[in-house]
């Protein structure tokens, strides 16, 4: 029988991770100071799936989990359209969500920035050309920066969403 002092003082299973990833700390720090020149506050999300298989999303979700933990760089998510900044849209347009997504758009104040995460959202992806998909969301708004992959890792959206602040502060 195994007492509680030998499961006290063995060697644990699993090993400490590391606390800081460098690359993101830096990039985080540049988002930090792009945001607060162009917006002077903190940037809001609003994130619109139009027909994805929910990988980019993961990604997405991710950033909100605490090793990366965006929030402390100024991004949030945000729940409703009328509080964003940035809408990031992810998966191909199918002909279903066409209306939802320029609705979305269209309840964005000023200045509104669109985001295309993901191939699928970039230029349709593998659905491009089927019956039930319009494309890519360039279709129907116009997007602002376009971040590939499938998915992309949260490192490369956060390095798109530092070059789409970039961007916005030489406009």
Same mark, same amino acid.
């Given at each position: 029988m195994v007492s509680?002092?030998?499961?006290?003082?063995?060697?644990?299973?699993t090993e400490d991770l590391p606390v800081l990833d460098e690359e993101i700390e830096v990039i985080g720090r540049e988002i930090k100071i792009a945001i607060n020149a162009v917006f002077g506050r903190s940037l809001a999300i609003r994130e619109?799936?139009?027909?994805?298989?929910?990988?980019?999303?993961?990604?997405?979700n991710n950033l909100?989990?605490?090793f990366y933990d965006v929030e402390r760089f100024g991004i949030t998510f945000v729940a409703s359209p009328r509080h964003a900044d940035v809408l990031i849209v992810t998966?191909?347009?199918?002909?279903?969500?066409?209306? +939802?997504?320029?609705?979305?758009?269209?309840?964005m104040p000023s200045p509104k920035f669109v985001v295309a995460v993901g191939d699928d959202a970039c230029d349709g992806g593998i659905f491009s050309g089927t019956y039930a998909v319009l494309g890519g969301v360039e279709k129907i708004l116009p997007v602002d920066l376009k971040i590939p992959g499938n998915p992309p890792t949260p490192v490369q959206?956060? +390095?798109?969403?530092? +070059?789409?602040?970039?961007?916005?502060?030489?406009?």
């Open positions: 509680v002092l030998t499961c006290l003082l063995k060697k644990k299973v619109l799936d139009t027909g994805s298989d929910n990988a980019t999303e993961i990604e997405i909100n989990n605490p998966g191909c347009v199918t002909h279903n969500m066409v209306i +939802a997504a320029k609705k979305t758009y269209d309840a959206i956060l +390095a798109g969403l530092l +070059a789409l602040m970039k961007k916005a502060r030489r406009e």
